[in-house]
């Protein structure tokens, strides 16, 4: 998988509770151009939470895709997931859409990606963007040293990676199911 720079988003699961978080940031090479932009959110009538790095424009176009999926699918985030992956690998117009995808339901987590990768994590942390290795080592440490929720873990994850990466702020959107 290649590295896009410009955010961070990690999801965190534990027990029954997933969160995922991102930081607002946005740059054009080197400028900042937006310090708020909200790269989390809730879709397909609040069951699933998305997060994206990325080509903004690419992503959104992929959300709804992923949505128009999971409508298609009765909900059903692992099938959505996989026919989305499919579809932007092999689709003229989509492969060339550059952007990660992670989404989370209240049973799964998969990071989606325009190479065919439909990836499930095995101790229910991912983290994607260009300080992705950071939050997500700063998640991993915290989820089995702590008893931190995942609200929590994902917000201290992004605020370690902040410190880090260059291409991440402090100006974070979490969403939880």
Not at 112 to 134: K, L, N, W
Request: aromatic letters at 4%; one cysteine or more; hydrophobic letters at 45%.
């Amino acid at each position: 998988m290649r590295e896009l720079k410009g955010t961070t988003i990690v999801a965190v699961r534990k027990g029954n509770k997933v969160a995922v978080a991102g930081d607002g940031q946005v740059t054009l090479g080197t400028t900042v151009i937006k310090a708020k932009a909200k790269k989390v959110r809730k879709i397909f009538q609040d069951r699933v939470i998305v997060g994206f790095a990325g080509a903004s424009a690419d992503a959104l176009t992929l959300l709804v895709r992923l949505e128009e999926k999971l409508q298609g699918y009765g909900g059903n985030l692992a099938r959505a997931a996989v026919e989305l992956a499919k579809d932007w690998r092999t689709d003229r117009t989509l492969r060339r859409l550059e952007a990660f995808i992670i989404a989370a339901d209240q049973e799964k987590s998969f990071l989606i990606s325009g190479t065919g990768d439909v990836i499930e994590p095995d101790d229910g942390v991912m983290a994607i963007g260009s300080g992705g290795p950071y939050a997500l080592a700063a998640a991993r440490a915290l989820i089995t040293h702590t008893q931190m929720s995942p609200r929590e873990i994902a917000l201290e994850a992004l605020r370690i990676a902040s410190g880090i990466c260059v291409y991440t702020n402090r100006e974070v959107v979490v969403e939880e199911l």
